[in-house]
């Protein structure tokens, strides 16, 4: 019973620390300056945090892409003329860390596309769909966030993202809507958890089990 006992007390120790995840990369826009004219596609959009870039893909040429107020914060990154399967896409390094989330705020006009799905890549070329989610027309300032249009994945049962070279996250539009219609989204924050050391790690555990077992023969040696 006591070696059950101190089993279990060392799993608790081992495995009791507490889970911290990091900001990998986060796209805010602030300093972010848009073509003026139309055109379907735009990239290079740096992070304010972390490495990577993002880009957008529309099949219109006649898109306009654009910088209105974010959800609590000067700019945001919008475009209209909407079709099936446009979308804004981020791509950074998940390098040394896993259990990775993904978090960004996002809203639409009144005509704009209101069903989307989530997808990632560790290629840039083959997708995994991940989750649908429904886009609200609610009102941003540059003032006061909105909490309504705030939206979390978490990635950590997709084990390809983990310690990645590169990890593509995109918003995929799945709705028709008018051609005049907008979306934005804002915050685009990709996390994760530090990878463990092995070389800290592994030691510890051998040195507390090693210590636990010294301790039940110590005990035997004792009643002998």
């Keep these: ?4 006992l101190i089993t279990l007390a060392l799993v608790s120790f081992i495995t009791g ?7 990998l990369s986060q796209w805010t826009y602030e300093s972010v300056t848009l073509p003026t004219t139309q055109t379907p596609t735009v990239s290079g959009i740096l ?3 972390g490495s990577g870039t993002a880009s957008g893909n529309h099949a219109s ?8 107020a974010g959800n609590g914060s000067l700019k945001a990154f919008s475009a209209n003329t909407w079709s099936v399967n446009d979308y804004f896409q981020f791509q950074t390094a998940t390098t040394g860390f896993e259990a990775i989330r993904v978090t960004w705020d996002q809203t639409r ?7 989307w799905h989530l997808a990632f890549s560790t290629d840039g070329s083959l997708f995994t769909p991940v989750g649908t989610y429904v886009v609200a027309s609610a009102s941003w300032s540059s003032a006061t966030p909105n909490s309504t249009s705030s939206f979390a994945y978490d990635l950590s049962s997709y084990p390809a993202l983990n310690n990645a070279a590169s990890a593509y ?3 995929v539009n799945d709705a028709v809507a008018a051609t005049g219609g907008t979306s934005r989204n804002d915050n685009f924050t990709v996390l994760g958890t530090a990878v463990p050391e092995p070389s800290t790690f ?3 555990v051998a040195g507390a089990l090693g210590f636990g ?3 039940i023969r110590a005990r035997r040696r004792n009643r002998a």
Excluded: E
Aim: no cysteine; net charge positive; proline share 11%.
């Design 1 to 4: 019973m006591k070696k059950h």
């Design 17 to 23: 620390s507490v889970v911290h995840a990091d900001i």
């Design 47 to 49: 992070p304010a945090t």
């Design 61 to 68: 040429s006649a898109t306009i892409w654009s910088t209105p």
């Design 109 to 115: 006009s009144s005509t704009g596309p209101a069903n």
């Design 169 to 171: 996250f995109r918003l």
């Design 202 to 204: 592994i030691p510890l």
């Design 213 to 215: 077992l010294w301790q």
